[in-house]
């Protein structure tokens, strides 16, 4: 199962370093490590040097993550009950972008401008939005977790997310390299999306 876990982390993040994987999965550093020495023999995973390091999927490990995301779903006998928390998760999608499109930028059409963040009753009426958004998800992820214990991670995440953003460390609403709600939000997102085999151009305009 740990392989599993590891395999689909890295196919959701792309490139991660074991502490990201271990936080994505819920794993220890060291079991996460063991995971990668033993994926990385096996010609699954392969480190990567750079400006971008970390582990990564080799062509087999991507093929392999999805003949064990497809074997998971069928033994538990999940698949309904995912696709029906992906079409919950589906309009909320679209209200958290707008909170994110809210939070970045103000007014309304052509008239939006930069935030500056210099209108504290805006900022906080957007806040309290991301605040019911987080609400909203979090009883779309306890159904989800009912079914696949593995997205239990992502609600832990969320809730740390909300909490640095509620107490006033607002780069984890949007940052882009950090745990923030967006990470979270678009990892879940293409969590949902590689686990049903769904593709993302064909949520557009559905």
């Known amino acids: 199962m740990s392989h ?4 689909h982390a890295l196919r959701i993040k792309g490139v991660a370093v074991p502490e990201s994987v271990a936080v994505a999965t819920g794993l220890g550093v060291e079991g996460v490590m063991e995971d990668l020495r033993e994926l990385g023999a096996a010609g699954l995973v392969r480190s990567r040097e750079g400006v971008v390091a970390g582990w990564a999927l080799t062509a087999d490990g991507r093929q392999r993550e999805r003949e064990l995301v497809a074997v998971e779903l069928e033994a538990t006998g999940g698949r309904t009950s995912i696709e029906a928390r992906y079409h919950d998760f589906r309009p909320l999608n679209a209200v958290f972008l707008q909170a994110c499109a809210d939070w970045q930028l103000r007014g309304e059409g052509a008239d939006r401008v930069v ?6 009753d805006y900022d ?4 309290s939005a991301l605040a019911s958004i987080g609400d909203e998800l979090g009883k779309v992820l306890a159904e989800l977790i009912a079914t696949l214990p593995r997205f239990r991670p992502y609600r832990e995440r969320l809730r740390a997310a909300l909490a640095h953003v509620a107490a006033g460390e607002l780069e984890y609403f949007t ?9 979270v939000w678009f990892e ?3 969590d949902l999306l590689t686990t049903l085999n769904v593709q993302r151009s064909s949520e557009v305009g559905t």
């Open 175 to 183: 940052g882009p390299l950090i745990d923030s709600v967006h990470t």
């Open 124 to 127: 906080r009426a957007v806040l």
């Open 188 to 190: 879940l997102h293409e």
């Open 4 to 7: 599993l876990l590891v395999l």
């Open 115 to 120: 935030n500056d963040h210099g209108d504290a």
